[in-house]
């Protein structure tokens, strides 16, 4: 998802910001929240989680420490916790449908239960497109159709707590 960065003569600095209009193909000559050309220093960025934000977010308060981790996953056995990075370069949501539904197979076996999925974006926008939604609990009620224990926690956050939804 394309963010603005930089520096804007007007707003000041400006970081992860996301607005609704599309970013253009090259650099942002006009700047898209002054209106001034080329006194601003502002640009599109691809956002995206680097390996330092995937283990500070892996370390938060919420987050239980017997997690595995989509996609990339985390060497070792299965956990019962689950952390998504929707913002990941190689998150694809037809691969987290395949994931989801193996792990609600595995559910039935006391093992092998999944008890939490974190889903973490860096902004909710983002989250909405990359999951195909803006209402979530559908999501959550889709999951849990074949076996309705199935991950009683299911909460959706961005990775700076500025947005999060409640706990389906």
């Known amino acids: 998802m394309p963010i603005l960065r930089g520096v804007c003569q007007e707003v000041g600095p400006v970081d992860r910001l996301e607005i609704t209009q599309p970013a253009p193909a090259d650099s942002a000559d006009i700047c898209p929240l002054c209106g001034q050309h080329l006194t601003c220093d502002v640009h599109w960025v691809e956002d995206c989680f680097s ?3 995937i283990e500070e977010i892996r370390n938060d308060r919420d987050m239980n420490p017997n997690h595995n981790v989509y996609p990339g996953g985390t060497p070792g056995r299965f956990q019962p916790h689950l952390i998504v990075f929707v913002d990941h370069p190689l998150f694809h949501y037809g691969d987290l449908e395949d994931t989801l539904r193996r792990r609600i197979r595995m559910h039935s076996n006391p093992a092998t239960r999944t008890l939490s999925i974190r889903f973490v974006s860096m902004t909710k926008r983002s989250m909405s497109t990359k999951m195909g939604t803006s209402r979530f609990q559908p999501l959550a009620n889709q999951w849990r ?21 409640r706990v389906f």
């Open 145 to 165: 159709w074949m076996e309705p224990t199935f991950a009683p926690t299911i909460h959706f956050r961005t990775s700076n707590w500025s947005w999060q939804s």
């Open 51 to 53: 390996q330092y934000d």
